[in-house]
């Protein structure tokens, strides 16, 4: 009988077969959305298969249907994917806009709002995907109208109902905080797809972001200059 040291120094043969999975790497699902999300960006919903997915992650088609059983049901997660990010990145500056609606002074509601805007651009200038995943939907404005429902609104909405709140305190005059909103957002997926468009250098990139950013600033400060300044300036 073998004793417990010859026990422990003895090598065990390995075994045939499979070798060991990386846990490092990526689950299946996560890879399938990350490629998916690329794809839909790129081509739209009725540009990509569920075949060309699969050849992207290098797996079998019916392994993304066993994940996702349709092309509907993977773009949608899809668009999931992106608004729990997105919301995740600016659920502080929302707080901080809902907060000084509130309760704080004019100038710190505005650098609020500063914030927001900066943090959106930040974002998008990071995750350029986001933006072509929406115009590509945004190009057929009735179709796939729950998607929006479910992953833009919900953030629309809590910024306009700090707006609402900070003109009913009289710190803003904000008659419309859905056509503000739904301004900058278009204004900030503008600028994504300007950048890409023009496929310039690093310094024309540079300097783009940082004119963008300016604008964004600029008007919200004439948006929410306080009472009279705007004529007084003139």
Not at 13 to 33: H, N, V, W
Not at 132 to 161: K, M, V
Request: charged share 25%; with cysteine.
């Amino acid at each position: 009988m073998k004793t417990s040291e010859e026990d422990v120094s003895t090598p065990r043969a390995r075994r045939r077969g499979r070798p060991p999975r990386d846990l490092s790497a990526p689950a299946t699902p996560e890879r399938i959305l990350s490629k998916a999300t690329e794809l839909f960006a790129v081509r739209g919903f009725d540009g990509v298969s569920m075949r060309d997915i699969a050849g992207q992650v290098g797996i079998d088609v019916s392994s993304v249907h066993h994940h996702f059983p349709s092309k509907a049901s993977l773009c949608e997660a899809c668009f999931a994917r992106v608004f729990e990010l997105e919301r995740a990145t600016l659920e502080p500056s929302v707080r901080a806009v809902a907060e000084a609606a509130r309760s704080a002074s004019p100038t710190e509601l505005v650098a609020a709002v500063h914030g927001v805007v900066d943090t959106f651009v930040d974002f998008l200038d990071e995750h350029p995907h986001t933006t072509f995943l929406w115009l590509r939907r945004w190009l057929d404005p009735t179709r796939h109208a729950p998607l929006d429902e479910a992953y833009a609104l919900p953030i629309y909405h809590e910024i306009e109902q700090a707006l609402l709140d900070a003109a009913a305190r009289g710190l803003i005059i904000e008659p419309t905080p859905h056509v503000t909103v739904r301004g900058l957002v278009w204004a900030a997926h503008g600028h994504v797809a300007a950048l890409t468009a023009a496929g310039a250098g690093a310094v024309a990139v540079a300097r783009e972001k940082r004119e963008f950013r300016a604008y964004a600033h600029r008007l919200i400060d004439l948006l929410y200059a306080p009472p009279g300044a705007n004529a007084a300036s003139r």
